[in-house]
């Protein structure tokens, strides 16, 4: 059974940091390109961040220079750190996890963060 399961969601104050973990199981994780997605309240579902299987990543114009997104092979984990948050980042994040080699997609179920003072 494959999961993706997201944690470090939150509220904090705006200019401020959090560090999202999402961790994969019932997948051979080196295979997969893993991406970050967030949605906010009435908006569609947009990308955030990608990591490939090699390593490269791929970040959204909005969030260059302030998120940073990682994988650790050994823990089955991708993060997505997360630095001078503005009120407009609040939004459900979404992992997503795709194979290489059939592009089946799996989603975990979100964290909510919130910006605001």
């Known amino acids: 059974q494959v999961q993706l399961v997201e944690s470090g969601g939150g509220l904090v104050q705006p200019g401020g940091s959090l560090r999202l973990s999402c961790a994969a199981s019932?997948?051979?994780?080196?295979?997969?390109?893993m991406g970050w997605y967030r949605q906010a309240p009435g908006a569609q579902r947009e990308l955030v961040a990608t990591?490939?299987?090699?390593?490269?990543?791929n970040l959204a114009d909005s969030v260059k220079g302030r998120f940073t997104i990682s994988r650790d092979s050994a823990k089955n984990t991708v993060y997505l750190q997360m630095n001078s948050l503005k009120p407009e980042d609040t939004a459900v994040y979404y992992c997503?996890?795709?194979?290489?080699?059939?592009?089946?997609?799996?989603w975990g179920q979100g964290t909510q963060v919130t910006v605001s003072s």
């Open positions: 019932g997948i051979t994780f080196r295979l997969y390109n």
């Open positions: 997503n996890g795709v194979f290489q080699v059939s592009s089946r997609s799996y």
């Open positions: 990591i490939r299987t090699s390593g490269s990543t």
